[in-house]
């Protein structure tokens, strides 16, 4: 088609009449005689046996309703597949393909998540101490932390310890300075790294009162601070073998993950400077950082910014807080699937830009997590946000829908690891351990702005 009209070379897709007429040609029929058919595929239901199931690629067509017992049910699913994705023996040997799987095999250090998880051939990705993202794993072992808080099944609080057994193993290294220590893998140290291990000890010490890890939490607090400039903003890399931060280098995500860790190390240990700390932090993210050219038009990923909006509260009550995660939710909102608006029904409550691309599981889950930090920040300032709320009730039931469970896997080649995981997307049946974090995470944050204690 052409969408400007007075522009005749720009033309967008496919010419639909001269498709038809290629069928036609090939068929060596008329177009008129051209008919499109639709097969209806079933399964049967495995809670209700007898009961037929209308599946749509791989999946149950009907997402399971929004409720506080089917969300609690998910979270735990969440939890126990990160549970069984952690490393409890390297010896252990684990089938792998795709990059740098060159044996069909590998093994890797204990008490790392396994990454990628392919459903369909039960097969990994290869991973090992110098191939591995930290900041992901931190942020699951966050997940696991959070995860007992809300359910105190000690399963979970054995999987975040030795999860954190890990970081503190990374941490032990060359990565140190004078008040502070940091999670390292090789001669460069990535703020997320250690933000997300701090807020994982700071969400562990708030969730079992346990003060084995405060010595760790206390230090990694203190390369937050180190690596803080005097206007707020944060330093995102550091040089391990120079000891010193490195000025020129800014990333995605790690000046929210930063303020967000600074803010819960205040919950766990009392440190004022903390949370004075993670508000200097906000105010540059939502001040000065948003002058810069691309941010007039567009926001950023900015999930872990309101979340730290949130958890600086009562301490700072900022407006300006509020009407900048309102205005985030807005933007992300426009992005969301709602119903109506697609012939796919199975893309309702994910983001995405085109029907061409099925959206992606991750976001739901993160953005939910910025969402109810920020509708519970308007129930704090007195006008609850039904927009917000709407929003997380659409994108918790895209991640009901996709989460996998003993009633829509049987694609899966290994259904009981399998349960809990999170696909990519409708059509990408792969499986990120940070998806799963994400999606869990916003689960719980859900359950507990729209069911658990006000």
Same mark, same amino acid.
């Given at each position: ?35 499109? #058919? ?55 040997? +684990? ?17 790392? /998540? ?17 191939? +591995? ?35 503190? /193993? ?63 903003? /944060? ?25 967000? *860790?600074? *803010? ?32 007039? /038009? ?40 709602? $119903? ?49 709320? *709407? ?34 997307? $409708?059509? #990408? ?26």
């Amino acid at each position: 088609g052409k969408p400007l009209k007075f522009v005749k070379e720009l033309k967008i897709g496919e010419n639909l009449d001269a498709v038809e007429q290629t069928l036609a040609n090939r068929a060596r029929s008329p177009v008129d005689t051209l008919y499109r #058919e639709q097969l209806l595929s079933l399964v049967d239901s495995l809670e209700n046996p007898g009961e037929a199931k209308v599946v749509l690629r791989g999946n149950i067509r009907d997402a399971l309703e929004v409720n506080r017992e089917n969300v609690l049910a998910a979270a735990i699913r969440g939890g126990d597949y990160m549970i069984r994705s952690l490393v409890a023996d390297s010896s252990a040997t +684990y089938r792998c393909k795709g990059l740098g799987c060159r044996t069909g095999s590998f093994r890797t250090d204990k008490g790392q /998540f396994l990454y990628m998880y392919h459903i369909m051939d039960d097969l990994l990705d290869y991973q090992s101490r110098s191939f +591995y993202n930290l900041p992901r794993h931190a942020g699951t072992t966050y997940a696991l932390a959070n995860l007992y808080r809300l359910t105190r099944m000690p399963r979970f609080k054995k999987g975040a310890e030795e999860a954190i057994a890990y970081l503190r /193993f990374m941490a032990s290294g060359r990565c140190r300075g004078p008040g502070f220590r940091c999670v390292a893998n090789g001669n460069f140290a990535s703020l997320g790294s250690s933000a997300l291990a701090l807020l994982a000890v700071a969400e562990y010490r708030l969730a079992t009162g346990d003060h084995t890890y405060d010595d760790l939490g206390r230090s990694l607090a203190g390369f937050m601070l180190y690596m803080q400039r005097k206007d707020g903003s /944060f330093r995102h890399m550091y040089d391990v073998q120079n000891k010193r931060p490195i000025e020129d280098m800014q990333l995605l995500y790690y000046a929210g993950e930063a303020s967000l *860790a600074l *803010a819960k190390s205040y919950r766990a240990w009392g440190v004022r400077a903390y949370v004075e700390a993670a508000a200097r932090g906000i105010d540059d993210l939502i001040g000065p950082q948003m002058r810069q050219l691309p941010f007039r /038009f567009a926001f950023g990923e900015e999930h872990w910014t309101c979340q730290a909006a949130r958890a600086v509260w009562p301490e700072f009550k900022k407006k300006a807080y509020l009407e900048y995660c309102l205005n985030f939710a807005d933007y992300v909102g426009r992005q969301q699937w709602k $119903p109506g608006e697609s012939g796919f029904v199975d893309f309702v409550g994910g983001y995405g830009v085109t029907p061409m691309m099925p959206p992606h599981t991750n976001g739901s889950g993160s953005r939910t997590e910025a969402n109810v930090s920020t509708f519970e920040l308007s129930r704090l300032h007195g006008s609850p946000s039904a927009a917000v709320e *709407a929003q997380i009730r659409r994108a918790v039931s895209y991640v009901l829908r996709h989460q996998r469970r003993p009633e829509n896997c049987w694609l899966c080649a290994n259904p009981e690891h399998a349960s809990g995981a999170v696909p990519t997307s $409708p059509v #990408e049946l792969e499986t990120r351990i940070d998806t799963v974090q994400h999606t869990t995470s916003g689960l719980i944050r859900a359950y507990n702005a729209l069911w658990g204690k006000q």
